[in-house]
């Protein structure tokens, strides 16, 4: 019953999905064309497949008003964002990441709106960001209303929320197979997925791609040259080097966006007009640049057809790191899949003019590469980027060069201990270190031991873990923390208290809450769990924050908390 149920929501998300994406198009293009076109009277070159035209046009007053736009856009953007939900900045898939992981998908009803409203100023004014980010929060945010009208499960929430996801992203890329892998494959750092939802977002996504190609048409999004063949032997070796190159280039986008993220965040102004200092720059650099404004679809266009010179390109690969850097670390709303894509579309397109090679195999291959490595997402970049592009009889190439550029990106940022590995700050490692699976892990866990199929560690010298956590006595951890189970007492001030996963108390920042054993039965805390009299918490403290805790829990001796069974 419940999956009939859930096939029959993600067809219902994949509809809103596809039309979410279009709405949000239809914004961006309102925008870009007031401000942009309008005020700064510069017009960048669009897609054809999308009405655009491979065409740059520079108004009567040149380049001198498009700081005005982005810093007018900036603003704008930061006043609404930081005065309505601070959570929706920056870009919004690492939103998206962390409600599935730390909120049981819960994203606050106000979130959709606002962010396709904000995204389209910030890219409509030339902010350098992509449409990724913000269409992958604003379906998200429809999954996660949509499962709250229907007072699902937090399982069946982070579901929804990753379908209305897939929906999204499949409609405005044009890529069925690509957005369903991505959104299970973005959620960890290393190389696991969260297979469980395949089904669903495989059915969402293909949904919202017929109904977007029966609104704007089938054909993908970038025109692949005609006659272009498969590649020889000795292409293979460029390839392998444009990996190599890739992965160098995925291994310091993270600490350089990071970094001035952090940066900004220490300026003592108001959260407010931090974007606008970030749009002031982008314009600044636009103007000896302009290249580097907006997604930068067409540009990417441009180096396909090989249009651009070999020093243009080397400006345009560091270039768009600052630009867009600028943008999305200083607060603007907007997506990083962009400004991944373009800048390996440019350093592929950069190969090809250095090695007079035909260059079109190379800026897809590079597109591929970079964003895999830096996004920690090589499988779902490699079809994404392939159905975008049609150059299917690249995939070999492509997996090659992703491979690598992954290896190497992985390796470098362990190997120096980056203090960011990935664009996706909100990843985690695995599955096992989720929120979203630790009651789950736990139970079978405790159900093992209870059945005594697996052996229990000794800890020190004689007492198993199952016996700790039962007589009440704290397991030491690492840094100093402890795991305690503790049994709330029906005196307790923190009854009735809301608790989730991660978190415990503002008051408590040493204290986090792993599970909730109640009337024998296991459950994750979510945003709008209450305590209850009888509840057994699964925590992880410092000691001094269990000395304070236990008092207030259970003032009782420990030995009465024996509800493990």
């Known amino acids: 019953m419940k999956q009939k149920r859930l096939i029959l929501d993600v067809f219902i998300l994949g509809i809103v999905g596809a039309l979410s994406a279009q709405a949000f198009m239809f914004l961006l293009r309102i925008c870009q064309s007031f401000f942009l076109s309008g005020l700064a009277g510069y017009h960048p070159p669009g897609l054809p497949e999308e009405g655009g035209v491979l065409l740059q046009v520079i108004g009567p007053h040149g380049l001198w008003l498009i700081p005005l736009a982005t810093t007018l856009g900036g603003l704008i953007s930061g006043v609404l964002v930081y005065s309505l939900a601070p959570e929706a900045e920056g870009h919004g898939t690492d939103s998206a990441v962390k409600a599935f992981h730390r909120a049981g998908g819960y994203i606050r009803g106000r979130i959709p709106g606002l962010k396709m409203l904000t995204s389209a100023i910030t890219i409509g004014s030339g902010g350098a960001a992509g449409r990724e980010g913000p269409t992958a929060l604003i379906s998200a945010g429809i999954g996660s209303i949509y499962a709250g009208f229907g007072h699902r499960s937090d399982e069946e929430r982070r579901i929804l929320v990753l379908t209305g996801m897939a929906a999204g992203l ?6 069925p197979i690509g957005a369903a892998l991505f959104v299970i494959e973005v959620l960890y750092s290393d190389m696991e997925f969260e297979a469980s939802a395949l089904l669903y977002t495989i059915l969402a996504s293909v949904t919202a791609y017929v109904l977007n190609g029966v609104m704007v048409g089938w054909e993908p999004l970038f025109r692949f040259p005609a006659g272009f063949g498969f590649p020889g032997l000795a292409d293979y070796g460029w390839y392998i080097i444009l990996g190599l190159i890739s992965g160098l280039v995925a291994a310091v986008l993270p600490v350089l966006f990071y970094g001035l993220r952090d940066g900004f965040r220490r300026l003592p102004i108001l959260d407010h007009f931090k974007p606008a200092i970030g749009g002031l720059g982008v314009g600044l650099l636009a103007m000896g640049l302009p290249q580097v404004l907006g997604g930068g679809y067409g ?13 243009l390109l080397l400006l345009l690969v560091f270039g768009k790191m600052i630009a867009f850097c600028l943008t999305i670390s200083s607060g603007g709303s907007g997506g990083v899949f962009a400004p991944g894509l373009y800048i390996g579309a440019m350093v592929g397109g950069l190969l090809a003019q250095q090695f007079q090679l035909p260059p079109a195999g190379f800026v897809v291959v ?9 996004a920690r997402v090589p499988i779902a970049s490699l079809i994404m980027v392939t159905e975008m592009t049609g150059g299917y009889h690249l995939l070999a190439a492509a997996a090659l060069s992703v491979s690598l550029s992954y290896v190497v990106q992985v390796s470098l940022t362990s190997r120096l201990k980056f203090k960011y590995n990935s664009l996706y700050e909100a990843q985690v490692p695995r599955r096992s270190d989720s929120p979203a699976h630790h009651a789950e892990l736990l139970q079978i866990a405790l159900n093992l031991m209870n059945q005594q199929r697996i052996a229990i560690p000794s800890v020190n010298g004689h007492l198993n873990l199952l016996k700790l956590l039962s007589s009440g006595i704290p397991v030491d951890l690492p840094e100093c923390k402890q795991l305690v189970i503790v049994t709330m007492n029906p005196q307790s001030p923190w009854i009735g208290r809301s608790v989730k996963a991660g978190e415990f108390a503002e008051e408590e920042q040493d204290a986090e809450i792993i599970a909730i054993l109640r009337q024998e039965h296991m459950r994750l805390p979510s945003s709008d769990t209450i305590l209850q009299s009888g509840d057994q918490l699964l925590l992880i403290v410092s000691s001094p924050a269990w000395k304070r805790l236990s008092q207030i829990l259970a ?11």
């Open 555 to 565: 003032p009782e001796p420990s030995h009465k908390n024996e509800g493990i069974h």
């Open 299 to 311: 540009w990417i266009q441009e180096a396909m057809d090989g249009s651009l010179t070999t020093s």
């Open 170 to 175: 499949s409609a405005i890329f044009r890529s």
């Open 366 to 374: 590079g597109m591929v590469a970079v964003f895999g490595g830096v």
